[in-house]
């Protein structure tokens, strides 16, 4: 399917860039993208695929506004841009999936506004806090060049991170393709090295989200050295509207290491 592009003014300062993909009689999809400082378009594919999707840019990303004072650069504002996004579209109700801290976004957006969404996929992400030692045990994450800062920065870390976040060898010229295109800024990057940045995880998220029985898929690649897979099915343990689904040969760009797998257990947790 073809995405539909608009910018969508959401606040007197703000406009997001939105993807979309032909509506459908379903209930909608949104997608939050991860970064923060990246853009959506590297989880185009294989979402292009299912109708309803809609794919914004957040606030400082991609070809939403920029520029802004970095007080601007705070979850709750996410949150109330992506809710004011519904009203705009005249969204009632809406599934979300948040993929990697768009996973944690996502957490943040259901707590905020339960009865806006119907169901969750957490992708890459995890409700569960990793602990510190989770990967004592492995060599660390390849790191960019020194004394990059801000766009150049987010882009060298990307392309750095290529031979640990996507698994298979043989994907990995998309993704360094679908890093190539996407417009990376560092609008994030300035409140994050400061320090103002608040953290975007929700305290206590794994109870409150169980009260709300609000039904939740964890899709998960197995060798992700970001958030481990063992996250999920803990979460999924202690949850019973959740639901592990852990992706062998995939690291955290689990929707590029498998594709078809990927999104066929969205699929199948989404109808």
Known sequence: ?????????????????????????????????GGPDWDHTYLR???????????????????????LPSSSYTWDAVVSDLLALFDVLGIPEADVLGFSTGGLI?????????????????????????PPDAFASRPPRPSPPPGLVGTEANRASA???????VWRPDARPDYLDRVAAI??????WLPWTAGTLPPVR???????????????L????????IFPAALANQAAAHNPAARAVILDDAAHMTH????????????????
Do not use: K, N, Y
Request: aromatic residues 6%; proline residues 9%; hydrophobic residues 45%.
């Open 256 to 271: 590029i290491d498998q594709p078809a797998a990927w999104l066929a257990a969205l699929t199948d947790f989404l109808t």
């Open 106 to 130: 996502a957490q943040r957006l259901v707590l905020a506004a339960p009865q806006r969404f119907r169901r969750m996929v957490v992708a890459s992400s995890s409700i569960i806090p990793v």
């Open 1 to 33: 399917m073809t995405f539909r592009e608009s910018l969508v003014p959401v606040a007197p300062d703000v406009t997001l860039f939105v993807a979309r993909t032909p509506e459908s009689a379903g209930t909608p999809l949104l997608v939050i993208h």
């Open 218 to 225: 964890l899709l998960h690649g197995r060798q992700d050295t």
């Open 183 to 188: 417009r990376f800024s560092g609008d994030w």
């Open 45 to 67: 594919d294989p979402l292009h695929r299912l109708p309803g999707v809609v794919l914004p840019d957040l606030r400082g990303c991609g070809r939403s506004t920029r520029g």
């Open 159 to 165: 392309i750095a991170a290529a031979s640990v976040d």
């Open 202 to 216: 929700v305290p206590d998220a794994a109870r409150r989200l169980a009260d709300l029985g609000l039904p939740i």
